[in-house]
Protein backbone atom coordinates (compact mmCIF):
# COMPACT_ATOMS: atom_id res chain seq x y z
CA UNK A 1 0.00 0.00 0.00
CA UNK A 2 1.61 3.51 -1.01
CA UNK A 3 1.37 6.21 1.65
CA UNK A 4 1.78 10.03 1.20
CA UNK A 5 1.81 12.17 3.82
CA UNK A 6 1.75 15.72 3.84
CA UNK A 7 2.71 18.23 6.89
CA UNK A 8 3.69 21.86 7.69
CA UNK A 9 0.46 23.62 6.66
CA UNK A 10 -1.18 26.44 8.97
CA UNK A 11 -1.85 29.94 9.58
CA UNK A 12 0.31 32.96 7.76
CA UNK A 13 -0.11 36.61 7.59
CA UNK A 14 0.67 37.75 3.94
CA UNK A 15 4.25 38.20 3.52
CA UNK A 16 4.84 35.16 5.61
CA UNK A 17 6.37 32.13 4.91
CA UNK A 18 5.54 28.03 5.48
CA UNK A 19 8.03 24.96 4.33
CA UNK A 20 5.70 21.90 3.03
CA UNK A 21 7.02 18.77 3.04
CA UNK A 22 6.01 15.66 1.69
CA UNK A 23 7.14 11.62 1.95
CA UNK A 24 6.21 8.62 0.08
CA UNK A 25 6.39 5.44 1.17
CA UNK A 26 9.58 3.22 0.64
CA UNK A 27 7.58 0.70 -1.55
CA UNK A 28 7.82 3.30 -4.08
CA UNK A 29 11.02 2.00 -5.81
CA UNK A 30 11.27 4.38 -8.91
CA UNK A 31 10.19 8.38 -9.06
CA UNK A 32 9.50 9.64 -11.98
CA UNK A 33 8.39 13.14 -10.38
CA UNK A 34 6.65 14.69 -7.41
CA UNK A 35 4.91 17.85 -7.42
CA UNK A 36 2.43 19.77 -5.36
CA UNK A 37 -0.94 20.95 -5.68
CA UNK A 38 -3.44 22.86 -4.62
CA UNK A 39 -7.00 23.60 -4.10
CA UNK A 40 -8.84 26.74 -3.20
CA UNK A 41 -12.43 26.90 -2.26
CA UNK A 42 -14.83 26.19 -5.51
CA UNK A 43 -11.74 25.71 -7.23
CA UNK A 44 -10.13 22.95 -9.31
CA UNK A 45 -6.78 21.11 -8.54
CA UNK A 46 -3.62 22.88 -9.84
CA UNK A 47 0.06 22.35 -10.49
CA UNK A 48 1.91 24.64 -8.40
CA UNK A 49 5.73 23.29 -8.62
CA UNK A 50 6.84 19.84 -10.09
CA UNK A 51 10.61 18.56 -9.48
CA UNK A 52 11.90 15.11 -12.06
CA UNK A 53 13.45 12.40 -9.94
CA UNK A 54 16.75 14.02 -11.91
CA UNK A 55 15.60 17.40 -9.83
CA UNK A 56 14.79 19.80 -12.56
CA UNK A 57 12.05 22.35 -11.19
CA UNK A 58 8.89 23.64 -12.68
CA UNK A 59 6.87 26.13 -11.35
CA UNK A 60 3.56 27.94 -12.18
CA UNK A 61 3.81 31.48 -12.92
CA UNK A 62 1.98 32.82 -9.87
CA UNK A 63 4.64 31.33 -7.59
CA UNK A 64 7.88 31.76 -9.23
CA UNK A 65 10.63 33.70 -7.61
CA UNK A 66 8.38 33.26 -4.32
CA UNK A 67 8.20 29.89 -4.18
CA UNK A 68 10.59 26.91 -4.24
CA UNK A 69 10.67 22.47 -4.52
CA UNK A 70 13.28 20.84 -4.07
CA UNK A 71 14.18 17.16 -2.87
CA UNK A 72 14.66 16.04 0.45
CA UNK A 73 17.73 14.50 2.04
CA UNK A 74 15.52 11.21 2.50
CA UNK A 75 14.36 9.00 0.12
CA UNK A 76 11.04 9.85 -1.32
CA UNK A 77 10.33 13.38 0.20
CA UNK A 78 10.11 16.66 -1.42
CA UNK A 79 9.62 19.79 0.31
CA UNK A 80 7.73 23.43 -1.09
CA UNK A 81 9.76 26.49 0.78
CA UNK A 82 6.75 29.50 0.58
CA UNK A 83 7.92 32.72 1.21
CA UNK A 84 6.14 36.21 0.52
CA UNK A 85 2.71 34.63 0.71
CA UNK A 86 -0.25 35.85 -0.26
CA UNK A 87 -4.14 35.40 0.58
CA UNK A 88 -5.07 34.28 -3.08
CA UNK A 89 -2.39 31.34 -2.00
CA UNK A 90 -5.01 30.41 0.40
CA UNK A 91 -6.13 26.24 0.10
CA UNK A 92 -5.58 23.10 0.75
CA UNK A 93 -1.89 22.00 -0.61
CA UNK A 94 -1.32 18.48 -1.65
CA UNK A 95 1.49 15.89 -2.64
CA UNK A 96 1.91 14.37 -5.79
CA UNK A 97 4.20 11.13 -6.36
CA UNK A 98 4.51 9.56 -9.88
CA UNK A 99 6.30 6.77 -10.71
CA UNK A 100 6.24 7.36 -14.68
CA UNK A 101 4.87 9.46 -17.07
CA UNK A 102 2.14 7.37 -18.13
CA UNK A 103 0.49 6.86 -14.40
CA UNK A 104 -1.73 9.60 -12.79
CA UNK A 105 0.32 9.35 -9.71
CA UNK A 106 -0.57 8.86 -5.72
CA UNK A 107 -2.48 11.61 -3.82
CA UNK A 108 -1.73 12.81 0.01
CA UNK A 109 -4.70 13.62 2.13
CA UNK A 110 -3.21 17.63 1.92
CA UNK A 111 -2.40 19.96 4.53
CA UNK A 112 -4.16 23.65 4.28
CA UNK A 113 -2.70 26.74 4.10
CA UNK A 114 -4.34 29.98 5.20
CA UNK A 115 -2.91 33.25 4.42
CA UNK A 116 -4.62 36.06 6.17
CA UNK A 117 -4.68 38.76 8.69
Known amino acids: QVQVVESGGGLVQPGGSLRLSCVASETIRTIYEMGWYRQGSGTRRDLVARITGGGTPDYTDSVKGRFTISRGSAKNTVDLQMNSLKPEDTAVYYC???????????WGQGTPVTVSS
Open 96 to 106: NVRTSLWTPGY
